[in-house]
């Protein structure tokens, strides 16, 4: 029986060459995050990297999305778990977090003896526009990669259009749309695969 993560990866044009390798493109990757991450992980793994294709990468998004913690950190888990088992996940994941950390903790110090000052507050107010186009525009990249979703492009659309209006205009808790529109989500797709299944046992 073929293991279905060694065909994904076997799929993607390139791999790490070493868990050091992986160790340090996390760190590179995760020194460039400042809030627009998913942009940057999408240009790195990707266009750059070329360690997954652009329909490997939705869908382990997805995947990273909806478990516990920081999406890009369970990301970086499940590519380094992929190529190198658990040490590349430990690998993938220090990289991911060690530079950051101290960078953080010394911005940390810093910021509190200028927080109250109105160019802090405007500098914040500008990174988060920016942020803001970063992941539309990477959103918006990544549309084209659902139309080889078995669920079909303009169902993938319609369920995005039906989560944005959930969380962003009704508010609902994330939990709920998860669970009602994923759920849905994941149900139909289950049942788009078992028809094509059958079409092609028969």
């Known amino acids: 029986m073929t293991d279905p993560q060694t065909t994904d990866a076997d799929a993607a044009p390139d791999r790490p060459r070493s868990k050091t390798d992986l160790f340090l493109s996390f760190t590179f990757l995760a020194l460039q995050g400042f809030g627009g991450v998913l942009a940057v992980v999408q240009r790195e793994l990707v266009e750059k990297k070329r360690w997954m294709t652009r329909e490997q990468f939705v869908e382990d998004w997805a995947v990273a999305q909806i478990m516990p913690g920081p999406n890009?950190?369970?990301?970086?888990?499940?590519?380094?778990?992929r190529y190198f088992g658990l040490p590349g996940a430990l690998a993938a994941l220090t990289g991911m977090l060690a530079a950051p950390l101290v960078?953080?903790?010394?911005l940390a110090a810093l910021y509190g003896s200028v927080a109250d000052t109105a160019a802090a507050q405007g500098a914040l107010k500008g990174m988060g526009?920016?942020?803001a186009g970063l992941i539309t525009a990477t959103g918006i990249k990544l549309i084209a990669a659902l139309d080889k979703n078995a669920m079909g492009l303009w169902v993938c659309i319609g369920l995005a259009a039906i989560t944005f209006v959930a969380i962003a205009l009704l508010r609902l808790p994330l939990a709920w749309v998860l669970l009602v529109v994923g759920g849905g989500a994941c149900l139909w797709a289950y049942r788009v695969l078992g028809g094509?299944?059958?079409?092609?046992?028969?």
């Open 103 to 106: 960078i953080v903790l010394l």
């Open 72 to 81: 890009v950190v369970n990301l970086s888990l499940m590519i380094g778990g």
């Open 129 to 131: 526009a920016v942020a």
């Open 196 to 202: 094509q299944d059958r079409e092609t046992k028969a």
